[in-house]
């Protein structure tokens, strides 16, 4: 019969032939999408009427506020989506993203409150809010799908959690990109399709990417 091996032996036997693994660096990866986003927004703005974009955000301070909420919530999300899938972190981080996705809310209210109480005012029709929600959806994707890909690299320890976040923060990006071509004018029908195209991407990236992570 062989000799009992110790425990010490056992270790060193079993981790003879490990190999060290780089440690994921989160900064890294969300730079690397932030850029991404950078660079599609940038591909974006040379089809865009850029002067009348800035135009119709000068309009009333609620619309670039709105804008900027937006860009902030992104930015915010995709550090949160990291942070929550790594281990040893704390959940807590799921909250980042929540005051900036709060001040977004507020000033696309406000903008309805204020167009609203305008004289002879006439909502926009459903073909904005179709063309908003299409949009979002449409930017959505790619954004996500890079985003799930470098995630991925985390192997996320809360894969709803930072799915969840993910698909905020490209719906955050995908919207803030949309003033390109469309700015948030406050109209109940472009909040309306706002609120459901944020909603279908979380649910969304929820939904599968949750599932790649697992």
Known sequence: MSEPISHQQLIEKLSRD??????????????IWLVAVAIFADFLAVRADLHAMMADLMLAPYMWL??????????????????TGMPGRNPRWALLPLPALAWWIFESGMGFAHIWRLPGFQDATMVAAEYEFGFILLVSLPLSALLVVLLSRTFPVRPNLTAALAGLAAA?????????FHAYDGSLCDLVGHV???????????????????
């Open 196 to 214: 459901a195209a944020v909603a279908v991407v979380i649910g969304l990236n929820r939904l599968f990417a949750g599932r790649v992570f697992r």
């Open 18 to 31: 490990l190999k060290p693994v780089r440690r994921v660096r989160p900064a890294r990866l969300v730079l």
């Open 172 to 180: 955050g990006a995908a919207a803030t990109l949309l003033n390109f």
């Open 66 to 83: 709105a804008a900027l909420s937006s860009a902030l919530t992104a930015v915010l999300a995709v550090i949160a989506a990291f942070m």
